[in-house]
């Protein structure tokens, strides 16, 4: 089994991020639209109209903000990702570059031992 190896920019895992958070946005939005329409037609409901319709809310308001909380976890989660992909990318360009130096200082020692057995 051939194993693909896929590359994604921080960039991107940003992008991610910044779309949760619109949605995060967006939900908390709607939670205070639907609790500024449950706060304005509550007068209407009397009885046990009434009870079903305050137990349907809070239930649907408990479950948002449960929503909100698993969002923001997520892009926290997001987030820390992208930190890690840039960590990652810097700790390996500097392993290129300490490999790419040792190269170099391998090359020079190489080429002085060189011109000391041709000078004698």
């Known amino acids: 089994m051939e194993v693909q190896l896929v590359s994604v920019s921080p960039s991107e895992i940003r992008g991610n991020a910044s779309?949760?958070?619109?949605?995060?946005?967006?939900v908390?939005?709607?939670s205070k639209k639907l609790q500024s329409d449950y706060t304005q037609s509550a007068s209407y409901w009397t009885g046990t109209a009434s009870k079903a319709f305050q137990s349907e809310y809070n239930e649907l308001d408990s479950e948002m903000k449960t929503l909100l909380t698993m969002l923001d976890r997520l892009e926290s989660g997001v987030q820390r990702v992208a930190s890690e992909v840039i960590r990652a990318e810097q700790e390996r360009e500097e392993k290129r570059r300490l490999a790419e130096k040792a190269a170099q200082e391998a090359l020079k020692q190489k080429q002085l031992e060189k011109q000391k057995q041709s000078q004698k």
């Open 19 to 26: 779309q949760i958070h619109s949605l995060i946005n967006e």
């Open 28 to 30: 908390n939005s709607t």
